[in-house]
T-cell receptor
């Protein structure tokens, strides 16, 4: 079946503009995660959604970052008033929950965000 | 700061040799996972080892976990040029952090044909 997809694959924006990044998880996966990866670094957790539970937003770096998820499908990560330090690859992952494969997260290809 | 820290930061070997990467972490874990990343984009899940396991194999991969030392190693045997990638360990601490992976900085592996 289809994997996790993300759009756009690349986004170049000017400092101060808002951007929206989209993630389509694997069908049937109830858990969805957003991570950020700066150049040459590991991934930093941002936020995760699990079913109808309140999302865990503990990794969001500032109130300029927000994310939504529609039911158990698409999620959008919004960054308002972008700064140059927001430049990174934003990766989305999904996983099933409450099954033997719960712990495996499947990653999308990422969105490379460049803030000029 | 990152929970997991890999070493070495970079590893260069010849095709056919074995590659060993290490990961250390600070807090107790539910499980530890290894991922591969090609060209700085999507990650591919390689193997997961739970806190009550000591060793796990998958094809040419062998992972060990020593919870007393809070460390793990990933061994790739008979390496191939196609194994060239960045390798990351990630820990899941469970509890209220269940599912929230904490990644190390990664090891860049280069396999020369």
């Amino acid at each position: 079946g289809a994997g996790v997809s993300q759009s756009p694959s690349n986004k170049v924006t000017e400092k101060g503009k808002d951007v929206e990044l989209r993630c389509d998880p694997i069908s049937g996966h109830t858990a969805l995660y957003w991570y950020r990866q700066r150049l040459g670094q590991g991934l930093e957790f941002l936020i995760y959604f699990q079913g109808n539970s309140a999302p865990d937003k503990s990794g969001l770096p500032s109130d300029r970052f927000s994310a939504e998820r529609t039911g158990e499908s698409v999620s959008t990560l919004t960054i308002q008033r972008t700064q140059q330090e927001d430049s990174a690859v934003y990766l989305c992952a999904s996983s099933s929950w409450g099954t033997t494969s719960t712990d495996t997260q499947y990653f999308g290809p990422g969105t490379r965000l460049t803030v000029l | 700061s990152q929970q997991g820290e890999e070493d070495p930061q970079a590893l260069s070997i010849q095709e056919g040799e074995n590659a060993t990467m290490n990961c250390s972490y600070k807090t107790s874990i539910n499980n530890l996972q290894w991922y591969r990343q090609n060209s700085g984009r999507g990650l591919v899940h390689l193997i997961l080892i739970r806190s009550n396991e000591r060793e796990k194999h998958s094809g040419r991969l062998r992972v060990t976990l020593d919870t007393s030392k809070k460390s793990s190693s990933l061994l790739i045997t008979a390496s191939r040029a196609a194994d060239t990638a960045s390798y990351f360990c990630a820990t899941d601490s469970g509890g209220t952090s269940y599912g929230k992976l904490t990644f190390g900085q990664g090891t860049i592996l280069t396999v020369h044909p």
